[in-house]
């Protein structure tokens, strides 16, 4: 398909085609061809002929591109910010499960680490809201999570800058008044913990590869997120109803809250089996909640 970028109003025109769905494919298959690359574009129509060169493309280096494109868009301001961030997240999740070099995997991880840290404190480009007492601290506590797993494959710093907000979101809910007296001094612990793990990432004294939990997390294919949702809840669930330990029941709601929150936020159209599966996503809300908080 032949799609001609024209200047419109508002630059309107442009936007309607790259946020039509028209310029990304399901990411999968590979290609030899070159690609221009995004840095040599100094507008919004150059960048968008980048992206009409590659709309047949769904090998790792396309989707790379796409990334950097859509994140150039939304700095020149062009189109609505959420959906070019959805756009690119679900162009660097397809480099993460796609065979792709050390190098692009780190770049296409640093930037969603970045993107989940600023949805954690920016709700307006988020799709995701939590119910329950402290509501607000724990999406942000699992956007921060997120941004942890991804800033892990990425590099020291981005893992570093994720865990430092972690540390500062688990201190202000061991402090909220919500929080059952038994869990305060769990998560206090669970502050100190990730803001030495930060110092000790920045300082190199970590290990230098990220954990095998971190790049399981990463390299989840998209269609996949919800069944790997599904399965952690179901675990938690098991442990909270047997009475087991509450934080392995907690671990696994919190794993599950990560990918739920990765799916809704990127999927663009989530089949009726998919949106099924999401609703599944306010019973671990609401089982969190009460394993945390005061009834």
């Known amino acids: 398909m032949r799609v001609r970028f024209r200047e419109a109003a508002g630059r309107r025109g442009l936007v309607a085609v790259l946020l039509a769905g028209i310029l990304l494919p399901a990411c999968g298959t590979t290609e030899e061809r070159p690609i221009r ?16 060169e590659i709309s ?30 959805r756009r690119g997240d679900e162009a660097d999740l397809a480099v993460l499960a796609l065979p792709a070099s050390r190098e692009a995997k780190a770049e296409a991880a640093g930037r969603l680490a970045r993107h989940f840290r600023e949805r954690a ?21 699992v956007f921060d999570t ?3 797993y991804f800033g892990e494959v990425a590099s020291a710093v981005e893992h570093a800058a994720a865990l430092e907000r972690m540390a500062a979101t688990a201190q202000e809910l061991a402090d909220h008044a919500s929080l059952r007296p038994e869990g305060r001094d769990r998560w206090h ?33 998209l269609a996949r997120r919800l069944e790997e949702a599904t399965r952690c809840a179901d675990y938690g669930t098991r ?35 998919q949106d099924h599966a999401m609703a599944a996503r306010d019973v671990v809300v609401r089982c969190l909640s009460e394993l945390l908080c005061r009834e």
């Open 121 to 141: 404190r920016t709700p307006a480009l988020s799709r995701s809201t939590f119910s329950g007492p402290a509501a607000d601290l724990l999406r942000t506590f």
């Open 37 to 52: 690359s995004v840095a040599t574009a100094a507008t919004a129509e150059e960048i968008g002929g980048i992206l009409e």
């Open 239 to 273: 442990e909270k109803a047997s009475r087991g330990d509450p934080e392995r029941a907690l671990e696994w709601y919190l794993l599950s809250l990560c990918h739920f929150g990765v799916a809704r936020e990127v999927l663009e159209r989530p089949s009726p089996a």
């Open 189 to 221: 612990a669970r502050a100190r913990l990730y803001a030495l793990r930060a110092v000790e990432r920045v300082s190199g004294d970590a290990p230098p590869d990220p954990a095998p939990e971190a790049l399981k997390f990463c390299e989840v294919d």
């Open 56 to 85: 047949d493309r769904a090998d790792a280096a396309a989707c790379l591109e796409r990334g950097r494109a859509y994140e150039r868009l939304r700095a020149l301001k062009v189109g609505e910010p959420g959906a070019l961030l």
């Open 146 to 148: 997120i941004s942890a």
